[in-house]
């Protein structure tokens, strides 16, 4: 398990010096990623993750929005599931609503 020194030290060597507006097309060239992750929110854990996904499906009703784990960042972020179906995404906005607004 890499310590929250260690990977932030880690994220200073290889992420534009842990600068959270680093340029995407860096964070490409630098991790070999198709949708980089050095420039999305950092959620130190799933539940806080969690909470955020919650709010963003309350304001906009049909989305593919998930929680994903990133190891490297040893975080969680939230991305667009690009394998969701329609109807999943619209099943999960609406539990979220109910959720929400009761």
């Known amino acids: 398990m890499v310590s929250l020194k260690q990977a932030e ?5 290889s992420c534009g010096g ?4 680093a340029p995407a097309k860096s964070c490409k060239k630098l991790h070999g ?3 980089p992750c050095c420039i999305k929110k950092r959620y130190t854990t799933k539940h ?4 955020a996904l919650l709010g963003y499906m309350s304001k906009y009703v049909f989305t593919t929005i998930v929680v994903y784990s990133c ?5 969680f972020h939230l991305g667009h599931d690009k ?4 109807s999943e995404a ?3 906005s609406s539990q979220a609503v109910e959720y929400v607004f009761g």
């Open 9 to 13: 030290d880690l994220d200073q060597q």
């Open 18 to 21: 842990g600068d959270m507006t």
């Open 33 to 35: 990623l198709d949708n």
């Open 48 to 51: 806080e993750a969690n909470g």
């Open 71 to 75: 190891t490297l960042h040893q975080c």
């Open 83 to 86: 394998y969701m179906g329609a």
């Open 90 to 92: 619209l099943f999960r």
